[in-house]
């Protein structure tokens, strides 16, 4: 008998989160076992508010008994209510399909928040201040308070208009930055809980917090400042539960005391200011003398929502060393990090007091070596540090970020800058994918991909990190989110995005193109909504609910989309979308597509995602009333668009894409379009000439028209335009445009020109679900039945692609060798997975050296199961496990490789 053990416990989107305010939180966990062919057949949970009486099992709030299912995926509590600020332990166990019962998990835990307004004791204190054109100073806040008995548990909640961060006697709460991260702070305003037990001791204590101007009145995009107001304010309590059972709260109120200190000012896009010479040693330590410190700011209640926060908290994930250092004509150092990031530096220095060093920074060089800032508009991206001259000292930045690979330091003479660390910042969300092939520049363009989207998922998924923009661009984001969801865990981080999109959506239903909204548009009723851009709205929770089975984040936002659905069909009631704004298939090369060929198929595409999100939540009617209009937009598509001979308005690329992976062409005319699509690739000298929009869709669909060998050409293509033309030209993010730089022509379009956009990296979701084949089935969400289908293609010689879906890790990796195909595959437990092998006629497959059919049993029982012949593969189906299948390859080279279709159009999927 294996051992199986239930193992990464979550609770909604996080592992043991604190502060959660869903009433019914959701929980999901894996099993580990080395047993093939693993099915859980129940499980029963244990929840108890205190983890001695769950580990004894001795008292619960929910027991639920033992469930026959095989659900581990969002399992909704279903105990006594939970209760405000308090803490909860759960364990599970799972049995298997024989009836044999796991161990019991390690416990995993929760907190939940101030589940009502009335939970908050405290009130919203701030800066005196006034109306400021330039940035200001961070204000920091400290209150005094006594202990005088053991404390059994501490928690802090905290929320502010602006970025705050706590300390708590001299130490830091939290690694959070720029916490509560940027909402419509009209609608809603995060808050974010800490454990701060072990930060509290008998006797005197100090709280402090420094308040800066973060999203709230800091610069945003090319809007200025004080987009939301300028009250600065913040609002934190702290519940003290003592050792005798009793509670006290220190909340903010009118007798904390403020003062200014050494951060001058800390903007986002201008970057920081700091005096050391004007530090306040000890500030937020007990004692410290605050007498000449004034009386804060209080402010009344803000009506909005005060929620918590659902996606992991924004920290320093890694630091990067200086790979090259040199002096600069100017005299200046330049600083080589060696990848294009998003954070910061930290810097170790000494010199004399008052004594200055200003710190630029840049992601490219001009050709004489200098830094290149063009392309970053208005953005400074400067901080600036005056010295205290008291021997070695210590900077980093608080409330600002750049989008940078150099940084140019200009000093004073006397100044000695011993030590320069990047610090690189996101959302914490956990890595999930991993690919590595035999070929250098594929593996540095997936590497690009996973950098440009560390470099943009900050608080919302930003367009680029260093211009001043940074906006959560909703047409980037859905185009790159189901390649987000592979290379992260980020269902929680798309489930905050989709409030700020709900929260900007207008009274129309129109919903917007970016999220937040900030434009100051006077009169919303004649807001125009952007075709693929505001269908983000649809896109996204249905990705997410393909992705990661999450229905609740349909329901919660169902009526939303319905909103928007009856927007569209309103606005273009002859169903040919013609009212949109104009982006398109932005920044696409001498290739446009036509404006209602574009939105026509996206209204088209939302229509269809809606027909299913209605049927995944149970809602039969609309399912098939979206379906039909499905049809209806379908058919108006393809009077107007499609030529008889398969040719579509505009006759580009992303025109063909989109029309083969939304499904709008009848069967004969997607060969046709198809040959058409290739026969354009073709001409351009195996070349793209998509935009942002077209390149998500291009490979799959190449792939699923059995060209696919036209995919791997384009995907490694060197010579301009390409994916890899960048990475030849040392690129290590993803480009916004094609010819942001170009042999010929060095840098262009300054106002437009960012070199972490991670749009066309959109390629990362083909990558992983074609090259390395790992994808779902396309009848069930999630990865619970899986499918490993990967088109392999001699010009590669292996791909070794995994993903850690919400069962666990999925492995595929295959290779080509002397004409033998070599494919090593894990399914995790609990799923089940087809698994398509390239099929020569008559040669045998094997695996694990046994030829099947025959019965490959690993002697528990659990086989492999022939399904059959689809298309030019042999279909397998095998239960949880490590297996490698041998067969004999027949080259894939030719125009048209042949296909695995079975009629289904995976690509949408
Ligand atoms: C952004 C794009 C965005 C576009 C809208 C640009 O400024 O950087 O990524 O989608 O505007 O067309």
Known sequence: MHSIIPTHLKTEYLVNPLGIDSPR????WMTETKARGFLQSAYRILVSADKRQLLDESGFVWDSGKVNSDQSVFVNYDGTPLLSNERYYWKVRVWDAGGNPSEWSDIGEWSMGLLSRSDWKANWIGEVFAPVEGSR????????????????????????????????????????????EWTDYHTRVHYRTYDVTALLREGSNAVGSILGEGWYSGHIAWYGKNLYGEALRFMLQLNIRYEDGTEETIVSDASWKESKGPILCSDFLMGERYDARLEHGGWNEAGFDDSAWRSPHAFGDFKGWIHAQISPPIRVMEEKEPIAKQTLASGAQLVDLGQNMVGWVRIRLTGERGSTVTLRYAEVLNPDGSIYTDNLRTAKQTDTYILKGEGEERYEPKFTFHGFRYVEIAASADVNVIEITGRVIHNAMKPTGGLVTSDAGVNRLFGNILWTQRANFISVPTDCPQRDERMGWTGDAQIFSRTATYNMDAAGFFAKYMTDIADAQRKTGAFTDTAPFLKGFSDWSTFVASAGWADAGVIIPWTMYVVYEDRKLIEDHYDAMAAWMAYLVKMNPGLLRTDTQYYGDWLSLNANTPMDAFATAYFAYCAKLMADMSEAVGRTEQAASYGALFERIRARYNEAFVAEDGRIAGETQTGYAMALFMDLLPEETRRQAAAHLVADIERRGWHITTGIHGIKYLLPVL??????????????????????????????????????????????????????????GAVGEWMYRYMGGIDRHPDTPGFKHIQIRPIMNERLSFVDCRYECSYGTIRSRWSIEDDIADMQVTIPPNTIADIYIPYADGEPVYESGQPIPGGATDGTGASVIDLGIIGNRRVFQAGSGEYRFRTRFKSSKSPNGGSANDGTNRAQR
Request: glycine fraction near 10%; charged fraction near 20%; aromatic fraction near 16%.
């Open 25 to 28: 939180p959701r929980l999901s």
């Open 703 to 760: 792939c699923e028209a059995g060209y696919e060998d036209a995919a791997y050409r384009l995907l490694l293509q060197d010579t301009y335009p390409s994916w890899l033309y960048s990475v030849r030209n040392g690129a290590t993010t993803i480009w916004e445009r094609w010819d942001g730089w170009t042999e010929e022509k060095g840098f262009q379009n300054p106002g437009m020109n960012s070199f972490n956009h991670y749009a066309l």
């Open 137 to 180: 100073e961070a204000g920091f806040f400290r209150k005094s308070f006594a202990i005088g008995r053991p404390v059994r548990s501490a928690t802090i909640h905290a929320t502010a208009f602006g970025a705050i961060e706590i300390s708590l006697n001299g130490s830091r709460v939290g690694e959070d930055y720029f916490a509560p």
